[in-house]
């Protein structure tokens, strides 16, 4: 009878409920603010890495802008944003548009994408060999068309847990075309034959 009455007592004490109630619900409330914080992150990250890396694509066709100074902006926005992150940037260029990513002209006879077994090319970027992109390392020249990349390799402010990716970094890329400025005659296509080995 004693112990019936404990328990009815015990079933109309509130006492301390609240507590076990947080306890039971802080963990998906933290999970919860967590994500929200890493994803409006990630967010505000990309928004301002590809604002960058446009404005500095387009200042940079003109003749006498510095790419390293551009590049050393863009790093400094970036990891005021993301602490310790790692920027790497490349410049690509190309004498038009349609020649971005696009491989030097050859006779491909085996029919395998490759310039292989002695298959003749056209050196159209005066390299010395067969490249399967024709664009050039650099800003180019004028007129010239540039790939401007930017690449970002980060760890997350917060490490959120019950992720795969709690310990790794995230990689973000950014990439702006842009024309350089007609300030010169446009270097023109390099027609010396060659042949793949």
């Known amino acids: 009878m004693r112990a019936l009455s404990l328990l009815r007592r015990l079933r109309k004490d509130r006492e301390g409920a609240a507590a076990i109630e947080f306890a039971l619900v802080a963990p998906v409330l933290f999970l919860l603010l967590f994500g929200i914080y890493d994803i409006g992150h990630t967010a505000y990250l990309v ?6 890396v446009e404005d500095v694509a387009r200042d940079a066709t003109l003749e006498d802008t510095s790419t390293t100074t551009a590049d050393a902006w863009v790093t400094n926005i970036v990891k005021g944003i993301a602490p310790g992150a790692t920027v790497a940037t490349t410049r690509t260029s190309y004498y038009d548009f349609s020649d971005i990513k696009r491989p030097e002209a050859w006779n491909d006879k ?5 310039c292989d077994n002695s298959e003749a090319y056209t050196d159209e970027n005066r390299n010395g060999r067969w490249d399967p992109d024709i664009g050039q390392s650099g800003n180019g020249g004028a007129n010239d068309v540039v790939l ?3 690449t970002v390799t980060y760890k997350p402010l917060i490490a959120i847990p019950l992720l ?3 310990d790794q970094t995230r990689t973000l890329t950014a990439k702006a ?6 300030y010169a005659l446009q270097g023109a296509y390099g027609s010396q034959a060659g042949t793949c080995k």
Do not use: F, I, R
């Open 47 to 52: 928004s301002v890495l590809h604002g960058a």
């Open 110 to 114: 085996d029919n395998d994408g490759t």
């Open 148 to 150: 401007y990349t930017v």
């Open 164 to 166: 795969d990716n709690v």
């Open 177 to 182: 075309v842009q024309k350089n400025q007609p």
